[in-house]
Each structure stands twice: as structure tokens, then as C-alpha cells.
């Protein structure tokens, strides 16, 4: 580890004050004195005092190098002392963050020495998630600019070059061996510096269409994991198809849900399990259907049992709407345990999402979606329309949606058991239960491709 110096405060600008001294230690003991240029921490040039973390937990402090350093990236002796090192760059959504999360958990379970590093915004759960998992997070300030308000974009401009400059300042700090694009505006710079300073890059694109970010970066990366064939011409030779990597809870089997397969003789009668998902931060038109939806569900007759994920906005008022309505709903704003609410779902209401639709062919679950009409180049329509042809989800365009629509395509598909079942057997037939140990596997080759191995 290593400790700075105490007393000695650095100046506000690294340009008007002198390099200061810095103790160097090792577990076995001090190994010297060093200078090091000073500055205001994250926002000059100069070292940062950090609390260094392992798996096991914090294990003190240490300045971050700068000067040199920063472009030689960690010290040796911290390298020889540990595995390698992967930064994950991006997030923003769960759609981004939960696939690099499922990346990062199989890169620890093969190499439990490595260091995996997330950063992104920490907007929203992000970090917090992030933490959840065991894994550290830094900061980069970076806003989008694509299917946003002009006030929006250019704030979004404005931040390109301190985006860079963080960006710049975590490669240094964190050192990586590989650096890991998870989709999103928060990766761009960080994978575009990682490729000019040569650490070798690898970007994970979900979608049908990639993001305006992966296509963007497509000409420098060393390689790309994507999950359709149709998306490989977009990266030049350097993709490959690896589905989307899903956390294994969601391949669990669960016997309550309604299975792919030929149906029981005699299934015990219980409620029907409606899920509805509108992604980490919630969908509000399908949140309104549902309440309008609510009292033509109850009217029915047909036993429902309802999880909703509503967002942090609309909890309330859907928790409100189904309680009047007289329908037996548990209402959250998120759900941790996620994977498992699913696996026991018969049908589920949901956004687009490709990680979304990843976890719902990884669990066999039969689908009504209502793809985003404002995402980025219409990739969740394309996305929705791929389960749709192989017969494993609904589209209901959110252009028109009611709350008579919608329960009248939950209610056809609570009285059509054989359907559901079909519909979960070709949900399953899209599912890549390898996807994590195709994508580790490539991560390893540029790892080792990075210390000449």
C-alpha cells in the first residue's frame, strides 16, 4: 500500500506548486521515498489519496500515480502483487450494467485475484449496484446526446471534454489490462483512450442496431461480443456472436411457471402470475395501461396474481389503481430478485430492452412488449420483432396502447395454456447459456495478448 504524507497540503493548481514527498510501501515494510507532481486530487494532475479495496474489503490508503505513471499505468509491484486488472466502462441502465456485472462475476470466479473496476455515472442505482456486487466504481461525468432536449445536448457537448479528462485520469489511476465497453455514453471516451494508449478493448452491443457509442467506436476496438448475426458487418471483422451474457440465476428452472413443453394432465389450479417490468427506471406508459387495465382484469373473473416494477415515480399510483380495482398485486419500484419473479412468471408485460428479452429467453417466459418508441434508432422495435417472428412474444406498439388492449392480450393468454407454452419453448430456443464463458474466454485471449503471454 501506500500512504501519503500527512500535513502537506497540495496547491490548487499542479502549475504553482512543487512536486511533494510520498511514502512507498509494501506489505513487507516501507521501500522508500518518492516525489510526485501535486494538484487539487481528481481535478489536477497530481496524485489522489484512495481507499485501496480487494474482495475482502478495504485495505488502506494510497496515492494513485500520476506524471509518468499515468501512462504506464499501475505501479509493478502492484501488478506482480494481484491478477489483472479489467475496467468496465458504461452502464447508465440496468440493460448495460447487469450483462458487464455478469461478465465481471465470471472473470472473478476463473481469476479470484483479478481487479474489476465499473465505471459510469453512478446515476441513479448504479453505483450503489455496483457495490452490491463486491465490485469498486469510479466516476466519469459524461451526458448523452442522442434522442435528448437541445438544453440536454448541449450540456451533453458541453461535458466531452471533461468526459475525456476523467476518463483519461481513470485509465491512469486504475491501470487496466483490458478495458470492457458496456454500451452507453459514459463508455465512449473511456474505450476510445484505452485504444489510443493501446490497452487492448472489447465492447458487448445487446441490440439488433448497435447504439450511436459501439458504432462509433467500432474502427478502434480489438474485438466486439454481439448477440445477432446481423449485427457482425457493423464491426468490421472484429465481432463475434455471443449472445448476451445473463446472470445464471435466470437458467434456474422453476416449476411453478408455466414450463415449455406438452402440458400437464392435471395442473393444480393456482392464480395466474402476470409480471410487469418497464426496466430500472420504469416505463410510465405501461405503468397508466396497467391502472386503466385494472378493473377490466378484476372484472374478469380469471384468478391473477400481479407483480409490478414500476419506477421510483409510479409507485403510488399503480399500487393505488390495482388495491381499488380489487386485484391481488405486489407493487415495487425495483426488484432485486428479479430473476427469480421471473422464472415464476406465466406471462410478462415489459419494455424491449435487449437484456431484458436476453433474461426472458434465459427463463422461457412468454411475452407482451411494448417496445420504446423514442429509443435511439428504433433498436428495441427491432429487438421485440425478433422474439415476435419466432413466435416467442406479443408486439403491442405503444402508439394507441389502452388499458382495454392490454387486458385483453393478458386475459387471451391466460386462457390459452398450450399457447403460453409454445411461446415459452421458442422463447428458450433464443437463449445463450453460454454467452459469459464465450465472451470471458475472448476477454482472456486479449488479457494475455496484453502481458505478452
Given at each position: 500500500m501506500t500512504a501519503v504524507t500527512a500535513g502537506r497540503r497540495a496547491p490548487a493548481r499542479p502549475s504553482v506548486g512543487g512536486p511533494r514527498p510520498v511514502t512507498v510501501r509494501t506489505p513487507g515494510g516501507s521501500v522508500g521515498r518518492r516525489t510526485e507532481p501535486s494538484?487539487?486530487?481528481?481535478?489536477?494532475?497530481?496524485?489522489?489519496?484512495?481507499?485501496?479495496?480487494?474482495?475482502?474489503g478495504s485495505v488502506g490508503r494510497r496515492a494513485e500515480p500520476s506524471g509518468d505513471d499515468w501512462r504506464?499505468?499501475?505501479?509493478?509491484?502492484?501488478r506482480a502483487m494481484s491478477g489483472p486488472c479489467v475496467l468496465m466502462s458504461g452502464g447508465g441502465t440496468g440493460g448495460h450494467l447487469y450483462p458487464g456485472i455478469a461478465v465481471a462475476r465470471e472473470l472473478r470466479r476463473r481469476r479470484p485475484g483479478a481487479r474489476i473496476v465499473f465505471a459510469g455515472t453512478g446515476r441513479g442505482a448504479e453505483a450503489r449496484t455496483v457495490g452490491d456486487h463486491g465490485f469498486?466504481?469510479?466516476p466519469i461525468r459524461s451526458a448523452g446526446l442522442k434522442g435528448t432536449s437541445w438544453p440536454a445536448r448541449v450540456r451533453g457537448f458541453s461535458l466531452l471534454p471533461v468526459s475525456a479528462w476523467d476518463a483519461w485520469r481513470v485509465l491512469g489511476r486504475v491501470g487496466p489490462d483490458l478495458v470492457i465497453g458496456l454500451g452507453g455514453y459514459s463508455a465512449g471516451?473511456?474505450?476510445?483512450l484505452a485504444a489510443l494508449r493501446r490497452i487492448p478493448t472489447m465492447v458487448l452491443e445487446q441490440n439488433v442496431k448497435p447504439g450511436i457509442t459501439n458504432r462509433l467506436?467500432?474502427?478502434?476496438?480489438?474485438?466486439a461480443a454481439v448477440s445477432h448475426d446481423a449485427t457482425l458487418p457493423q464491426f468490421r471483422g472484429k465481432g463475434f456472436v455471443a449472445g448476451n451474457p445473463v446472470r445464471p440465476e435466470f437458467f434456474e428452472p422453476t416449476a411453478s411457471a408455466t414450463p415449455p413443453g406438452p402440458p400437464a394432465a392435471s395442473p393444480p389450479p393456482r392464480p395466474l402470475h402476470v409480471l410487469v417490468l418497464g426496466g430500472s427506471q420504469g416505463a410510465h406508459a405501461i405503468n397508466v395501461a396497467m391502472t386503466a387495465a385494472a378493473p377490466v382484469l378484476a372484472a374478469s373473473g380469471v384468478a391473477l396474481a400481479v407483480t409490478h416494477q414500476t419506477g421510483p415515480r409510479d409507485q403510488g399510483l399503480v399500487q393505488e389503481a390495482y388495491s381499488r380495482a380489487g386485484v391481488s398485486a405486489r407493487v415495487a419500484p425495483f426488484f432485486r430478485e428479479v430473476a427469480d419473479i421471473m422464472r415464476r412468471a406465466d406471462v410478462v408485460v415489459s419494455r424491449a430492452g435487449a437484456t431484458t428479452l436476453a433474461e426472458l429467453a434465459a427463463s422461457g417466459r412468454p411475452s407482451l412488449l411494448v417496445p420504446l418508441p423514442g429509443a435511439a434508432d428504433g433498436h428495441q422495435q427491432a429487438n421485440a420483432e425478433v422474439l415476435a417472428e419466432r413466435g416467442a412474444a406479443e408486439v403491442l406498439p405503444e402508439a394507441g396502447l389502452s388499458g382495454e388492449r392490454l387486458a385483453a392480450r393478458?386475459?387471451?393468454l391466460a386462457g390459452d395454456d398450450g399457447r403460453r407454452r409454445r411461446m415459452a419453448a421458442a422463447a428458450r430456443t433464443l437463449a445463450?447459456?453460454?454467452?459469459?464463458?464465450?465472451i470471458v474466454d475472448r476477454a482472456e485471449g486479449l488479457i494475455g495478448r496484453a502481458s505478452g503471454a
Open positions: 494538484g487539487d486530487d481528481w481535478r489536477g494532475t497530481g496524485p489522489r489519496p484512495v481507499t485501496a479495496r480487494t474482495p475482502g504506464a499505468g499501475r505501479p509493478e509491484v502492484e469498486e466504481h469510479v471516451a473511456v474505450v476510445l467506436l467500432a474502427p478502434v476496438v480489438s474485438a393478458v386475459l387471451a445463450r447459456p453460454r454467452a459469459v464463458s464465450v
